[in-house]
């Protein structure tokens, strides 16, 4: 059993910064792919990025370059790092954590931390 907390989000505008952060329970965390995800008004929740165990992320091209995913295995930590944020980036922010390698299917999910950028 994995638990996931996400801290960090909040009101920026356009163009600014935040962090998200996750911290996880659980003694296998360096075993599991780790990831973002996001789900606008509206929406359907969309991936954002994900990191292996190994270091290896991968993202999606609407964050490409402005967005960095990281972990911290020896405190069971996760981050996303923002930048050149767009108000299209408005979102409810979802840290995901799964066995399958490429985040292809999520066993666990946070509650959610909202992201706000103002035009």
């Known amino acids: 059993q994995v638990q996931l907390v996400e801290s960090g989000g909040g009101l920026v505008q356009t163009g600014g910064s935040l962090r998200l952060s996750c911290a996880a329970s659980?003694?296998?965390?360096?075993?599991?792919?780790m990831g973002w995800f996001r789900q606008a008004p509206g929406k359907g929740r969309e991936f954002v990025a994900r990191?292996?165990?190994?270091?290896?992320?991968y993202y999606a091209d609407s964050v490409k370059g402005r967005f960095t995913i990281s972990r911290d295995n020896n405190n069971n930590m996760v981050y996303l790092q923002m930048s050149g944020l767009r108000p299209e980036d408005t979102a409810v922010y979802y840290c995901?954590?799964?066995?399958?390698?490429?985040?292809?299917?999520?066993?666990?999910w946070g509650q959610g931390a909202q992201v706000t950028v103002s035009s």
């Open positions: 995901a954590s799964g066995t399958n390698v490429d985040l292809r299917a999520v066993d666990y």
């Open positions: 659980g003694r296998t965390f360096s075993m599991y792919t």
């Open positions: 990191i292996r165990w190994s270091g290896d992320t």
